[in-house]
């Protein structure tokens, strides 16, 4: 990211001081990116998000319209804000995120949930930051008239439009794929916001473009982009392997392959990410057993192996029965014969999805197609 300094000229920013000791903090951290910009967004925004959620193409995703206000309008949430301090982690893998697509008897998860869940990784780091905002923010022993600033920690789980706040803080853009690209990590980039009080000083705008690149476009396997910069979630995989609670559509269904929580493919194509450098937090390294894991294995998961399983993973969130539902749609695309035996017993399962899963995969199995990987 670039630093602060104003041109030549141009009288600096009364809080850039303490907007570049931010920043370094910021860095110091482990963030990978750091920017800011005013608590307030244009009416793009809202248009973007009205245009979105008038088409349905937020499909289950309810809660997006019950807060769309406060989602395309920072103060709308919190009327005292008056900057946001945007945040990027990269999380890029260090080889091909799309490699195990290539063999049909396991699962591919998205690399974002191979680890630790990065809602508690990233939220750790933002509150440390936070602390140091307000202690560095402090007014002056005798000064009059000021208060202590006040902040707010955010990391996915709030009506924040952090994509257009991170492009306006000066991170990155976004893309034609909808999600945030940067000039220096490409589009592998975990975003969190503090919002506060204190009137920092705006970061420059981050320059970078798509230009007539339409590769995230056209590596969707279910076509969910209607058009350049608009994605319907409804044909999403990563929406419908995790957001999507009921009965994956069946035309969709072949079109998932072995993707049993999420899809990197519109990100994974990105030409920017030559730029990335792989994740250097810790907490975000891959575990083996989720790089690569076995559909037999995971089909035979019960609850607790669920959850021992993915104890401290994004993936735990979603449930048994709507992972082993994955499961069995992944394996109803390996084209494994073998696999039939592992398959059949869920037709008795409780949950009426994960038998329908079943039923479908059963029936696939028996015809035995050859696998091509999506």
């Known amino acids: 990211m670039t630093g602060l300094a104003p041109a030549a000229g141009v009288t600096p920013h009364p809080a850039a001081r303490l907007t570049q000791k931010i920043r370094d903090k910021a860095l110091a951290l482990g963030f990978d990116a750091v920017g800011f910009c005013a608590a307030h967004l244009g009416p793009d925004t809202r248009m973007r998000l009205a245009d979105f959620l008038a088409r349905g193409y937020h499909g289950d995703m309810g809660w997006l319209a019950e807060r769309a206000d406060q989602r395309s309008q920072p103060t709308a949430l919190w009327p005292q804000a008056r900057s946001v301090v945007a945040l990027g982690l990269s999380y890029a893998p260090q080889g091909d995120a799309l490699a195990t697509l290539a063999r049909p008897d396991c699962g591919n998860i998205s690399v974002y949930a191979r680890n630790r869940d990065y809602h508690d990784v990233l939220k750790g780091m933002l509150k440390h930051l936070a602390q140091f905002m307000v202690r560095e923010g402090r007014p002056r022993a005798g000064a009059a008239g000021d208060t202590p ?120 194509v990105c030409p920017w990410n030559r730029f990335a450098h792989s994740a250097r937090e810790v907490k975000l390294q891959p575990r083996p057993e989720l790089v690569a894991p076995d559909l037999a294995m995971l ?72 696998y091509l990987p999506p």
């Open 149 to 268: 600033p006040d902040v707010k920690v955010f990391v996915d789980t709030a009506p924040v439009a952090e994509k257009p706040l991170a492009a306006q803080a000066g991170l990155g853009w976004q893309g034609k794929h909808t999600n945030l690209v940067s000039r220096q990590q490409g589009s592998w980039l975990f975003l969190g916001e503090i919002y506060t009080t204190l009137d920092l000083a705006p970061s420059p705008p981050s320059g970078g473009g798509c230009g007539s690149c339409t590769r995230c476009l056209e590596a969707c396997p279910t076509g969910a982009f209607p058009a350049p910069y608009r994605m319907d979630a409804r044909r999403c995989i990563s929406y419908l392997t995790i957001e999507h609670a009921g009965p994956i559509p069946e035309d969709l269904r072949p079109a998932i392959g072995t993707r049993i929580y999420g899809c990197d493919d519109c990100l994974a």
């Open 299 to 370: 089909a035979a998961l019960d609850d607790a192996g669920f959850r021992t399983l993915f104890s401290g993973s994004p993936i735990k969130r979603i449930g048994r029965n709507r992972f082993v539902r994955n499961v069995l749609i992944a394996m109803g695309n390996s084209g494994l014969p073998h696999l039939l035996p592992h398959a059949i017993p869920l037709l008795a399962d409780p949950d009426a999805v994960v038998a329908d899963a079943a039923r479908w995969a059963v029936a696939r199995l028996r015809q035995t197609p050859p």
